[in-house]
């Protein structure tokens, strides 16, 4: 004769658990005989069940692209691919480069932004410590509104989502939570590419984030991947990046995020006016001047365009005769004649 061992986990009859497992059931049973309102409703048989997808846009969740074996492919293909082809497209130059040595991460990024090639570009130029601990803050209405996107941009830049039209709590916080956990953050405060070349206003995302994490902001400018990428366009050139690194902006005790942001934009329009001149010469200049120069003239989009400085990296055309020396062989005789010594 076997003696059974008694499961401890079966309620005796009488005790307290077999009485709120005698009414669960209960429960059960009558929520089945309910209707529809009072129930939870049912799937036809007929007709396959949906698998349950993950959520895209804000709520896409990024940690598997922080893991380890993800890192590993993602460092890989930054340092060998991503950098070489941005160095052989945009020969970039970078000037306070020696910033980037002495920040103590993790830090806030911010920088203009003219071009999907902006972020490449940048992570190509940061040191190893830094790029390989940096995500990228991308738009969530852009870049994670389609799975293979998402997949693709979280796993290759290590891109979270944020939301640029609207405030949203998930987003600050998800950023926060990554600035104290030791990820620098890269951020355009812009919100988007420039339409016309000049930058836009910047918005109080990357303020916000710093204030609250007493982290430093690093402004950097970049000029020149507008012409090789520029808004709307399908087609990739050659060109000439230059990047200047600005000294880190400390939050400073009893600011709050809009002076920080507009001590932020201050310090990218000289960096813009630095990358045209020199250093000495973009302190020199007059806030009206150096802010005409830097957003462009309030005018009609065509004019803005057009007052646009010209291409660093196109060739200019000859004018003179000098470069031209077929025209002042093909001058007419009565022309030569009078400019004859």
Same mark, same amino acid.
């Given at each position: %004769?076997?003696?059974?061992?008694? +499961?401890?986990?079966?309620?005796?009859?009488?005790?307290?658990?077999?009485?709120?497992?005698?009414?669960?059931?209960?429960? &059960?049973?009558?929520?089945?005989?309910?209707?529809?309102?009072?129930?939870?409703?049912?799937?036809?048989?007929? $007709?396959? #069940?949906?698998?349950?997808?993950?959520?895209?846009?804000?709520?896409?969740?990024? +940690?598997?692209?922080?893991?380890?074996?993800?890192?590993?492919?993602?460092?890989?293909?930054?340092?060998? $691919?991503?950098?070489?082809?941005?160095?052989?497209?945009?020969?970039?130059?970078?000037?306070?480069?020696?910033?980037?040595?002495?920040?103590?991460?993790?830090?806030?990024?911010?920088?203009?932004?003219?071009?999907?090639?902006?972020?490449?570009?940048?992570?190509?130029?940061?040191?190893?410590?830094?790029?390989?601990?940096?995500?990228?803050?991308?738009?969530?209405?852009?870049?994670?509104?389609?799975?293979?996107?998402?997949?693709?941009?979280?796993?290759?830049?290590?891109?979270?989502?944020?939301?640029?039209?609207?405030? &949203?709590?998930?987003?600050?916080?998800?950023?926060?939570?990554?600035?104290?956990?030791?990820? &620098?953050?890269?951020?355009?405060?812009?919100?988007?590419?420039?339409?016309?070349?000049?930058?836009?206003?910047?918005?109080?995302?990357? #303020?916000?984030? #710093?204030?609250?994490?007493?982290?430093? $902001?690093?402004?950097?400018?970049?000029?020149?991947?507008?012409? %090789?990428?520029?808004?709307?366009?399908?087609?990739?050139?050659?060109?000439?990046?230059?990047?200047? $690194?600005?000294?880190?902006?400390?939050?400073?005790?009893?600011?709050?995020?809009?002076?920080?942001?507009?001590?932020?934009?201050?310090?990218? #329009?000289?960096?813009?006016?630095?990358?045209?001149?020199?250093?000495?010469?973009?302190?020199?200049?007059?806030?009206?001047?150096?802010?005409?120069?830097?957003?462009?003239?309030?005018?009609?989009?065509?004019?803005?365009?057009?007052?646009?400085?010209?291409?660093?990296?196109?060739?200019?055309?000859?004018?003179?005769? +000098?470069?031209?020396?077929?025209?002042? +062989?093909?001058?007419?005789?009565?022309?030569?004649?009078?400019?004859?010594?």
């Amino acid at each position: %004769m076997s003696t059974r061992t008694p +499961d401890p986990r079966r309620a005796l009859p009488g005790s307290p658990a077999a009485a709120r497992a005698l009414l669960g059931r209960a429960k &059960n049973t009558l929520r089945r005989d309910l209707p529809f309102p009072w129930s939870p409703p049912t799937w036809p048989t007929s $007709v396959p #069940a949906p698998r349950d997808r993950p959520a895209l846009g804000a709520a896409y969740e990024t +940690d598997w692209a922080r893991r380890y074996p993800v890192r590993l492919v993602r460092a890989v293909l930054l340092d060998n $691919v991503l950098r070489p082809a941005v160095h052989l497209l945009a020969a970039p130059e970078v000037r306070g480069g020696e910033l980037l040595a002495l920040l103590d991460p993790p830090v806030v990024f911010v920088a203009n932004h003219a071009s999907h090639l902006d972020t490449p570009v940048l992570l190509s130029l940061l040191p190893p410590r830094l790029r390989h601990h940096t995500v990228v803050a991308a738009a969530a209405d852009h870049f994670f509104d389609r799975r293979w996107k998402a997949h693709l941009w979280a796993g290759l830049l290590s891109a979270v989502p944020v939301e640029r039209h609207r405030v &949203n709590r998930r987003s600050a916080e998800v950023a926060l939570g990554l600035i104290e956990d030791g990820w &620098n953050l890269l951020i355009y405060p812009e919100g988007g590419r420039t339409p016309d070349g000049w930058p836009q206003p910047h918005r109080g995302g990357a #303020a916000y984030l #710093a204030v609250r994490s007493g982290r430093p $902001v690093v402004p950097l400018h970049l000029r020149g991947t507008d012409r %090789m990428l520029p808004r709307g366009a399908d087609r990739l050139r050659r060109g000439r990046v230059t990047v200047t $690194v600005g000294q880190p902006l400390h939050p400073e005790p009893g600011e709050d995020a809009r002076a920080l942001a507009a001590r932020i934009e201050r310090a990218v #329009a000289r960096l813009a006016a630095e990358s045209r001149s020199d250093w000495w010469a973009a302190r020199r200049l007059p806030e009206p001047e150096r802010t005409e120069l830097v957003a462009g003239p309030e005018a009609a989009p065509w004019r803005r365009a057009w007052a646009r400085p010209p291409d660093p990296a196109a060739p200019r055309p000859p004018r003179t005769e +000098d470069e031209l020396p077929w025209l002042r +062989d093909r001058r007419a005789p009565w022309r030569r004649r009078g400019a004859a010594p």
